[in-house]
């Protein structure tokens, strides 16, 4: 079992709501919907057998990001959950994450963020600066490793496709750079939420 401070949500969607509040701070472009993806999040058995599905949902509305796990076989499933805010980092390791698969995560996410339809700049500005607001500054990783900033982490060892003519795997690759980041600041205590 993974630790729950290593899942890629965990560290994805709280730096998600962070940007979008400082997004909608510098008052860019948004449009009030609800908006919502779902992951796998495993298989409903009884007596050996599979009766439904696990999911988690996570979802925009009224400018704020929700996430809860749902069966979609029994009420009384034990994965079933209330409404989590995304910014709760300790609550979203309660969901699930266990069977999410990690390579669609990011590029689920970025469809997600793409039909939203932000202002591309300021997004990846507001990813930027929280990132560097929400950890103490300068970063040294539990490896020792020291960044001075999220930019200087961002941009080690950057893939030469993601460009900003290429958005959706820009943003991937933003995702998670933020994700490890994030992670990074937690493992050493240096992230404040």
């Keep these: 079992m993974t630790d729950p401070d290593e899942y890629y949500a965990v560290n994805t969607i709280p ?9 909608l701070t510098a008052g860019a472009r948004f449009k009030d919907r609800t908006i919502e993806v779902v992951f796998p999040a495993g298989k409903h058995k009884e007596n050996m057998r599979k009766k439904g599905d ?10 704020k990001i929700y996430a809860r796990a749902r069966c979609d ?9 209330g ?23 990011f590029k689920t996410m970025v469809k997600w963020i793409m039909r939203m339809d932000l202002d591309f700049k300021t997004l990846i ?14 970063l040294t990783t539990k490896y020792g490793k020291k960044f001075e900033k999220f930019n200087d982490y961002r941009q080690h060892r950057w893939p030469k496709d993601a ?11 933003v995702l998670i750079r933020v994700s490890f980041w994030i992670q990074s600041a937690a493992q050493v205590n240096a992230l404040d939420y």
């Design 54 to 63: 696990h999911e988690i949902v996570v979802w925009i509305s009224n400018r």
């Design 15 to 23: 730096a998600i709501v962070w940007a979008l509040e400082l997004y």
């Design 163 to 173: 460009t900003p003519d290429n958005r959706p795997r820009f943003l991937e690759e």
């Design 83 to 105: 409404r989590v805010d995304g910014s709760d980092r300790d609550a979203l390791k309660e969901l699930p994450w266990d069977e999410l698969n990690v390579r669609a995560f």
């Design 125 to 138: 500005r507001a990813f930027n600066t929280v990132c560097d607001r929400r950890v103490a500054l300068p």
């Design 73 to 81: 076989f029994k009420k009384e499933c034990k994965v079933n959950t």
